[in-house]
């Protein structure tokens, strides 16, 4: 009698799935495990983009999909208002647990940030553009929440950008954004080549 083999792609279906639970949409024990993989793996990168944004004291900062909260914790620390928007309520509570009262989180996405009109004055992301359902409706809805002269930073691992980097520059520009500029960064450690990119509203 043979025994039953596992349809094919089982396997391949099962890992894609805990992939996404652990790191893409962060949901149960496998998010939080993600989670704190997170706060290791990117924690350079975080750290850098903060400090690309040169924020002011008297400054806003929207952080989207902030994941563990490091960059959102870094920020906090830097300006008058730090605001997180993660989908992921794993992620959510990791952050509260890393920045308490300092930040104000919510639940939602970069087309879905539950801001007022030119409220902010800088949004960052990392790791997260890859993610976007509807890049068109995030950039959209970040060029309408920036102030005049806000500043847009994004980065995300260059292997696993939705669409090559010069494309994403365009489709940035096509939302309203100036003053565009996009490099690539060596994080230290093992963390893949980061993709980034800094934008304007004018």
């Known amino acids: 009698m043979s025994t039953p083999q596992p349809p094919p792609g089982a396997f391949d ?8 639970r652990a790191f893409g949409h ?3 024990l496998l998010g939080r495990v993600g989670g704190r993989l997170m706060s290791r793996a990117n924690a350079a990168t ?9 924020l002011e004291p008297d ?9 563990p909260g490091i960059g959102l914790d870094e920020a906090s620390r830097l300006t008058r208002k730090a605001i997180g928007v993660e989908p992921s309520a794993e992620m959510r509570a990791l952050c509260h647990e890393r920045c308490g009262d300092r930040v104000e989180l919510r639940s939602g996405t970069a087309a879905d ?10 949004v960052l992301s990392v790791n ?3 993610l976007w359902d509807d890049r068109a409706a995030g950039f959209a809805e970040l060029f309408r929440v920036l102030r005049p002269g806000g500043r847009l930073l994004l980065s995300a691992h260059e292997k696993w950008l ?5 494309d994403l520059a365009a489709e940035v520009t096509a939302a309203g954004f100036t003053d565009l500029q996009t490099w690539t960064w060596e994080p230290p450690g093992f963390a893949p080549l980061a993709a980034q990119l800094r934008a ?3």
């Open 13 to 20: 279906s099962a890992f894609d799935t805990a992939l996404d």
């Open 113 to 122: 940030t539950g801001s007022l009109d030119a409220s902010v004055d800088a």
């Open 200 to 202: 304007l509203k004018p």
């Open 46 to 54: 975080e750290r850098r983009l903060v400090a690309l944004a040169r």
């Open 128 to 130: 997260n553009v890859q």
């Open 26 to 28: 962060p949901t149960g």
């Open 162 to 166: 939705p669409i090559p980097r010069h």
């Open 59 to 67: 400054e806003t900062v929207l952080v989207i999909g902030p994941g």
